[in-house]
């Protein structure tokens, strides 16, 4: 039973000691029952090899603790020190160019090098020992945010030898491994696995096979490095808790094989990041896409491990939230399935590269804004959070995530606006404008529970993927296939058999005739007598067994399928053969939900979003105002308000509405 709703991450090292206790009474008097800190401290309680100076660290637990309020330790591998690094400089990594990355940031390490999991191996050890029977220490967080900083790392001679050795097994002869990534073109054969090495910068591009190879190495070796750690903390620990704070959509680490190792899943959460590309745009829509991929992870709710709580920055910062934004964004996580939410960070650092990345204090400590918000927040909704532990959202509909058809399509993504996640969230900004529940899933998930299953982008497709689709259908599930499907292999060479998609040609009724990439311009679907316009690419079908529900109306293909509908079974699948822009999707997400029998929460003007959990026989219905106007919104008379307050029908501007039906 998880005992906490609210907690801060917390950097004592930061500021003086005699501010300590005083920090400790401010944060129970705000609600706050938790706190996460040390994962980035390994110089102040290492200085020197084997020299463990955790007495610092045993004070400010001891100070929370008198407070009533518990700790996550997070093992600081991100962060090795000087004296590490000066005495083995090549534990920093090289870049794919072969240049070395070095100390002065964080995650300068080679996951692989034998030297630094030996450093590792001793501090987790004793910092695990040291705190195993801390009542105060209730669980364990490795490293931080693992595959963030590491997008094209690390390339040096340890990670190549870890390389062929997964090779080898995977392979087992040179002969096998030539035929899967189709040496033979470029004369790029092998002799021996000696010979085999990462994929570093060539002169013009790179073998699509060993590539994606790389790729699934490089996430088996980040979940290996992560398990090296948390198998230490199990041994040495036992009995307390081991989670990560991941990171949405982040293709680096397979999280769903990361999130194996742990208890539950945690997540980092800025939805007014310094990172997005642009502040003005309407992003609750991405933002609750990520809430519900995290928790796909375990398939059960899930902690947030920073929540954003005032500016955020580096270099560069992002906008100030408006009043009543963060409560709002963290309600968004706590109806998306968030058991607990710990904000980042307590207060605002002085120094380092996180200077402006605020926290619920400014940099001189005196409570504001955003502490006044953050505080009533905790004070009005830790009851309904107690209430809505362990549950999660009910969804009829799954979108199929997967990291391998993610990575293939980052080696090759056709037009230069394609990007996989992208393409995924078309379908599932659809269907939140719709309020209709979303769930996503993997490949090795069960399907079954769903009435439809949205694949998009098959483009790797393997007999046995194949036959899982088909026996999802036969069943009577509705399956949305997409352009570019069954297009290659596992090994990521074409199929050369068959009509596209290939292997599922006859599932969907359709094949392919020819493609054309929109490099450049835009196309339209006529359906029902209205224009859409899409992009990016197009499939030209020709119908077997399916029908046509929408046709081109551009280029030399016009009045050919663009989308098709094809009964097989006891189920139907749907061909989508083009880039849908939103109003086509909005469109299909329409006629879908039609077709397989399901149902939005409730209709709401724009902006405002509904979700859901359920516990024990009972919805609890979240109203979620993300724009800065007022909306009027009609709910049943089923729905009672959470906290028995007058409903006017008037959702104020960035505000939250919490409702019960029994």
Avoid at 116 to 135: E, S
Avoid at 160 to 169: I, N
Avoid at 370 to 391: D, Q, V, W
Avoid at 590 to 607: R, Y
């Amino acid at each position: 039973m998880n005992h906490y709703q609210f907690g801060v991450d917390y950097y004592p090292e930061h500021w003086p000691k005699e501010r300590w206790a005083t920090d400790a009474r401010m944060m129970r008097e705000m609600g706050i029952q938790i706190v996460r800190m040390a994962e980035f401290s390994w110089a102040k309680f290492e200085p020197s090899e084997g020299a463990f100076r955790f007495e610092d660290l045993d004070e400010a637990i001891d100070i929370l603790g008198r407070e009533g309020i518990d700790v996550i330790l997070g093992t600081p591998s991100a962060a090795p020190p000087a004296w590490i690094v000066e005495r083995d400089p090549d534990i920093q990594p090289l870049d794919w160019t072969m240049r070395r990355r070095h100390f002065g940031g964080r995650h300068h390490d080679c996951q692989s090098h034998p030297v630094y999991r030996a450093h590792i191996k001793r501090y987790v050890t004793a910092f695990a020992a040291h705190y195993a029977d801390n009542p105060h220490v209730v669980g364990w967080q490795v490293d931080n945010e693992l595959g963030n900083s590491h997008g094209d790392l690390c390339f040096c001679e340890h990670c190549e030898a870890r390389f062929r050795a997964w090779l080898k097994q995977k392979y087992v002869t040179i002969d096998e491994l030539n035929r899967a990534w189709g040496t033979a073109f470029w004369s790029q054969g092998y002799a021996s696995f000696d010979q085999v090495h990462a994929p570093r910068v060539t002169v013009t591009g790179l073998n699509p096979s060993q590539d994606l190879d790389w790729k699934r190495f490089t996430s088996n070796l980040i979940c290996e490095f992560h398990q090296f750690q948390a198998d230490i903390l199990r041994a040495h620990a036992p009995g307390k808790f081991i989670t990560h704070n991941l990171m949405g959509f982040c293709s680096k680490p397979s999280y769903y094989d990361l999130g194996k190792q742990l208890d539950f899943a945690s997540h980092d959460q800025y939805p007014g990041g310094h990172f997005h590309a642009r502040h003005d745009e309407y992003r609750a829509d991405w933002h609750a896409a990520e809430l519900d991929f995290i928790r796909a992870v375990k398939q059960k709710s899930f902690w947030i491990m920073e929540q954003q709580s005032g500016i955020t920055g580096w270099e560069i910062l992002g906008r100030a939230p408006k009043p009543g934004q963060i409560p709002l964004w963290a309600m968004q996580c706590v109806a998306h399935g968030a058991d607990t939410i710990v904000f980042f960070r307590w207060r605002s650092c002085a120094m380092g590269t996180e200077q402006y990345w605020h926290g619920i204090l400014p940099h001189n400590g005196v409570p504001g804004r955003y502490h006044r918000e953050i505080s009533a927040f905790m004070k009005k909704y830790a009851p309904l959070l107690k209430e809505l532990n362990g549950s999660v959202p009910k969804a009829e509909m799954a979108i199929l995530r997967s990291y391998d058809q993610e990575r293939a399509f980052d080696i090759q993504p056709h037009h230069p606006q394609h990007r996989y996640i992208q393409h995924l969230a078309t379908y599932y900004k659809a269907f939140h404008r719709a309020n209709v529940p979303v769930d996503f899933v993997g490949e090795e998930h069960d399907f079954t529970p769903y009435k439809v299953l949205i694949a998009p982008l098959q483009f790797l497709m393997t007999p046995e993927h194949a036959a899982k689709l088909r026996a999802y259908v036969e069943r009577g599930g509705t399956l949305v296939l997409t352009w570019r499907s069954g297009v290659k292999d596992g090994t990521n060479l074409c199929h050369t058999e068959g009509a596209l998609p290939c292997l599922v040609d006859d599932l969907c009724g359709v094949a392919l005739a020819e493609y054309d990439c929109l490099r450049d311009t835009t196309g339209l679907v006529h359906w029902d007598g209205v224009d859409y316009p899409c992009d990016i690419w197009c499939d030209v079908l020709e119908t077997t067994t399916a029908e046509p529900i929408a046709v081109y109306a551009h280029e030399f293909y016009a009045g050919s399928p663009a989308i098709t509908r094809n009964r097989y079974g006891k189920g139907t699948v749907y061909y989508v053969g083009t880039q849908m822009a939103p109003e086509l999707a909005d469109r299909f997400a329409c006629e879908l939900c039609a077709d397989a029998g399901i149902k939005p929460l409730l209709v709401t003007p724009h902006g405002v979003e509904v979700t859901h959990r359920v516990v024990d026989g009972k919805r609890y219905l979240f109203l979620l105002n993300h724009l800065e106007t007022s909306q009027r919104v009609d709910v049943p008379a089923s729905w009672r308000t959470w906290d028995d307050a007058d409903w006017s029908g008037e959702l104020s501007e960035l505000g939250v509405q919490v409702f019960v039906e029994e």
